[in-house]
């Protein structure tokens, strides 16, 4: 699969899971505007998927039209625990790096599994994408998006009650068909 296919794996994922399920409600004003930025890392190296996102600090430091960025890794963090440690060094990156307080990192992968929860658990599918990733938010744009959102602190619980009430079945068809459409 070549880079537009995974990027547009993730596009459709975004559109048909994120947006269309409200699970991040900021997310169809950017998407909608072009204003995330995706990467995709082909390289299962450390060293260079973390260079990547040093890199997508400094673009989104100097790229204002850029609101987010999603750094796409498609090889070398299958695994749910490699890329559970790969992003506890993200996060600690973010912060050597001086970036704390200015971006945050969220995080998606396609086997995600939230603690206390089973694999078949719905409520994985709201961390649940085509590949590996890393979401880095703007702390300041999100902050002043959620000051006008009543009950932020609910997202999550909301989230994780609608995937429980829309199942498991209708996540793992999008995520399968996020994979199909890129490829036509």
Not at 121 to 129: G, K, L, Q
Not at 144 to 168: H, M, Q, W
Request: aromatic letters at 12%.
């Amino acid at each position: 699969m070549d880079e537009q296919q995974v990027i547009n794996a993730i596009k459709y994922w975004i559109k048909n899971t994120i947006i269309e399920y409200n699970f991040c409600p900021f997310a169809k004003r950017e998407f909608d505007r072009g204003s995330i930025h995706f990467e995709l890392v082909n390289d299962a190296n450390t060293e260079e998927q973390l260079h990547s996102l040093v890199n997508e600090f400094k673009r989104l430091d100097e790229s204002s039209e850029i609101e987010t960025t999603i750094v796409i890794y498609p090889v070398g963090l299958e695994s749910f625990f490699d890329y559970l440690d790969f992003l506890e060094i993200a996060n600690d990156l973010l912060i050597e790096e001086g970036y704390e307080g200015t971006y945050q990192l969220a995080s998606f992968h396609p086997d995600y599994c939230f603690n206390d929860v089973t694999q078949e658990d719905p409520s994985n599918f709201t961390n649940r994408s085509p590949y590996p990733a890393i979401h880095i938010l703007r702390e300041a744009s999100l902050e002043k998006v959620l000051e006008g959102y009543l009950d932020p602190e609910s997202i999550p619980e909301n989230n994780i009650e609608l995937a429980r009430e829309t199942g498991a079945e209708v996540f793992e068809k999008i995520l399968t068909d996020s994979k199909k459409e890129s490829a036509n």
